[in-house]
Nanobody, 127 residues
């Protein structure tokens, strides 16, 4: 059974930092691109960023570019999201996902092209 488990969410003041982790089990992540999405209350899920299976290429949404950094440790089947300079508008449930693609197309919309999803972790940024 494939499972993705996120951790690291919490509450922080604006300008603060958080680091999210996502650990996969039940499958090999070799060859699979990994990504982060988020969903704020009353809004559609949106792409945050992704990283190719090799870790050499990343893609970020404009809203987080320069503030968030995605990385992965394949040996540990772990995806990381370092979030700095957090803003109240970053408040959302954050989800990790596994897919076969890491491009603007795959990050568009609600992520319908991604195969496996975690249960999400709440991030709350107060002003």
């Amino acid at each position: 059974q494939v499972q993705l488990v996120e951790s690291g969410g919490g509450s922080v003041q604006a300008g603060g930092s958080l680091r999210l982790s996502c650990t996969a089990s039940g499958l090999s992540v070799d060859g699979l691109h990994m990504g982060w999405f988020r969903q704020a209350p009353g809004k559609e899920r949106e792409g945050v960023g992704c990283i190719t299976w090799s870790g050499r290429t990343t893609f970020y949404a404009d809203s987080v570019k320069g503030r968030f950094t995605i990385s992965r440790v394949n040996a540990e089947k772990t995806l990381l999201l370092q979030m700095n300079s957090l803003k109240p508008e970053d408040t959302a449930v954050y989800y990790c996902a596994l897919s076969g693609g890491c491009t603007a197309t795959y990050m568009a919309g609600a992520g319908s092209q991604w195969t496996y999803w975690g249960q999400g972790t709440q991030v709350t940024v107060s002003s």
